[in-house]
C-alpha cells in the first residue's frame, strides 16, 4: 500500500530526515550535464529578446485555494502567451459548479467567456488543457469542461499548433477511463502518431497526466512510455505526483510539473533516470522559445529558479 500524501510545508523534520537517507538537498540537484539550478529568493526570469515566445504549464492546481492563486500570481508576472496544464484541473471531483471558482478564480483572464467576479475572459482560447484523473470523476461527464475551456477535437486528447506554427502542442489523455486506450498500440496512440507525422512545427511538446517515469508517490505509469522521441517530440510533461521532477528519457527531458497548487507530495527511492527533484513550495513551469534554443525552467512561488535546461532548437520567428 502508498502511504499517504502529505503536505511538505508543514513536515519540516520529516522532511531532514527523508533528505539525509536519500542524499538529497532540499530534492533539488545543482549544476547536473543537463541543467544549472539557481535557486535565488527574489530572481526573475531573463527578459525576452523580439520574437521570443513565453508560455507556462501547470499541473494539478485545480483546488480553488490560496496555494493555487499563489502560483497563478506567479504564472502572470512572466505575462505568458498561453497557459498549459498537465491535468488536475477541477479537484476533487470534477464537477461543473467548480469549475469558476476553482478555475477562473485563478486564470479567468486566459480563457473565453464571462466569468462573474472573476472577470472577463480572453478573446481566443490561451488556455489548454490536459485531462486528469480527478477531472475525469465528474458525474455528469466531461461536457462541462469541453465548454468550459473551449477544448477542441473529441475533448479528451487534441493537438493545438500556437506562435504562428512555431509550436505545436499534443495533448493525451492518461487516464484508465480514456475509451480509446492510453497503450503504445491504441487507438488514441495511432492518433497521436498521424498527427505526429503531420505536424512542421518547430517545437513539439507532448503533455498528459499520469507521468511515464515518475520518484514519487504514485509512481511511474509506464502504459505511457510510448516512443516519444521517434515520433519527433521535443519534450514529454506530465503531472499527477505533486512535486517538480525532470529526467532525461531516450535524449530528451521527461518533466513532472504536479505544483500547481493541490497538497504537496515526498519522493520514494530515486529512479536510475532522476536528475532534479524539488518539493519545497508550489511553482510552475516557465517554457521560452528563442530563435536557437528552447530552455526549460522550474520557478517556485518563493522566488526561486529551481531547475533551468537550455536546449539548442533553432526555431526563428516566421
Keep these: 500500500m502508498k502511504t499517504p ?12 530526515l527523508f533528505l539525509a537517507a536519500f542524499g538529497c538537498s532540499g530534492c533539488h540537484h545543482a549544476n547536473t550535464a543537463e541543467g544549472t539550478l539557481s535557486a535565488k ?19 494539478d492546481y485545480g483546488t480553488g485555494g490560496a496555494d493555487e492563486l499563489e502560483v497563478a500570481r506567479l504564472v502572470d508576472s512572466w505575462s505568458p502567451s498561453f497557459v498549459v496544464t498537465v491535468g488536475d484541473n477541477n479537484v476533487p471531483d470534477g464537477s461543473a459548479a467548480d469549475l469558476e471558482p476553482h478555475v477562473a478564480a485563478a486564470y479567468a483572464k486566459y480563457i473565453p467567456g464571462e466569468h462573474g467576479a472573476y472577470g472577463p475572459g480572453s478573446a481566443e482560447p490561451r488556455f489548454f488543457p ?12 466531461l461536457d462541462a469542461y469541453r465548454d468550459f475551456f473551449h477544448v477542441p477535437g473529441n475533448g479528451r486528447y487534441y493537438d493545438v499548433t500556437l506562435a504562428d506554427g512555431r509550436v505545436a502542442l499534443f495533448f493525451l489523455d492518461s487516464d ?4 480509446d486506450g492510453i497503450a503504445a498500440d491504441s487507438k488514441q496512440a495511432a492518433w497521436f502518431r498521424e498527427r505526429a ?3 512542421s ?4 511538446l507532448v503533455l498528459f497526466h499520469h507521468p511515464a517515469y515518475s520518484s514519487a508517490w504514485h509512481g511511474s505509469t509506464k502504459a505511457m512510455r510510448w516512443p516519444f522521441r521517434e515520433l519527433g517530440m521535443d519534450a514529454v510533461l506530465a503531472g499527477h505526483d505533486h512535486d517538480y521532477e525532470r529526467f532525461q528519457i531516450n535524449g530528451i527531458p521527461y518533466i513532472v ?6 497538497s504537496i507530495y515526498s519522493f520514494g527511492t530515486p529512479l536510475p533516470e532522476s536528475l532534479v527533484r524539488y518539493n519545497r513550495a508550489h511553482g510552475a513551469l516557465l517554457v521560452t522559445l528563442s530563435s536557437g534554443a528552447v530552455r526549460y525552467e522550474m520557478w517556485s512561488v ?4 529551481v531547475d533551468s535546461l537550455t536546449v539548442a532548437k533553432a526555431c526563428p520567428p516566421r
Design 130 to 141: 490536459s485531462l486528469g484523473n480527478h477531472d475525469w470523476r465528474s458525474s455528469t461527464g
Design 201 to 204: 512545427a518547430c517545437l513539439r
Design 197 to 199: 507525422a503531420a505536424t
Design 41 to 59: 529568493p527574489g530572481a526573475l526570469p531573463d527578459a525576452l529578446a523580439p520574437g521570443d515566445l513565453r508560455f507556462a504549464v501547470i499541473g
Design 5 to 16: 500524501m502529505r503536505r511538505i510545508a508543514t513536515q519540516a523534520p520529516v522532511i531532514a
Design 176 to 179: 484508465s477511463h480514456e475509451p
Design 257 to 262: 510539473d504536479g505544483l500547481g497548487g493541490a
Design 302 to 305: 518563493a522566488g526561486e529558479r
